[in-house]
C-alpha cells in the first residue's frame, strides 16, 4: 500500500499534555500543492507555529506561494505572488466555543493547514492581477498585445460621446 504524503498536515498531538505556554516553530517549503477543491500553489513557502493557551491552539503562519493566473491588461498567462500573515484559534473540545468562527482541535492529533491557508490566500488575492507593473495592456480595437509590438491604433484615443 502506497502511503499518502499531507504536506500541510500537522501532527499535534504531543500538545495535549504540554504545560500553556509551550510552542513549536515548523517550516515548509513545497514546489507543488494543491488544496482541495480548488487551488494549485507553486513555490510555496512559509513558517508557523503553534502555541499551548489556556483555551486550545493558537496557530501563527506567514506563507509566500505562487498561483497561475492571467493578467486583467493583456490577457497573458502569468504565475502571480500571493503573500498572507495570520492567526487561528483552535480550541479544545471540552471547552464552550465562545465564537462560531473558532476550530476545534481534531481528536485525532492532526490539524490541516490546507483549509486556513487556502482562505487567507484567497482574501488576500489582488483584485486586479498584473503580470508587472508597467504592462501596457492591449490594443482595445484591434486585440494587439501592446507589451509585443504596436499597432496602427496605438495612437488612436477613444472618444465617448
Known sequence: MEKIHHPLRTNIGYFFNKPIGFSREFTVENPDVF??????????IGKYSFSRTREGLLLQGKFDAEIDSQCNRCLDPFRAKLS?????????????????DEEVVPEDGYIDLG????????????????????CKGICVECGVNLNRGTCEHTNSRIIIE
Not at 35 to 43: G, H, K, R, S, T
Not at 84 to 100: A, D, K
Not at 121 to 133: A, E, H, R
Open 35 to 44: 488544496i482541495e477543491p480548488d487551488l494549485q500553489l507553486y513555490n510555496l
Open 84 to 100: 498572507t500573515e495570520f492567526e487561528e484559534l483552535y480550541v479544545f473540545g471540552s471547552r464552550v466555543q465562545e465564537e462560531l
Open 115 to 134: 483549509k486556513p491557508l487556502r482562505d487567507y490566500l484567497l482574501l488576500d488575492l489582488p483584485i486586479n492581477l498584473v503580470c508587472k507593473p508597467d
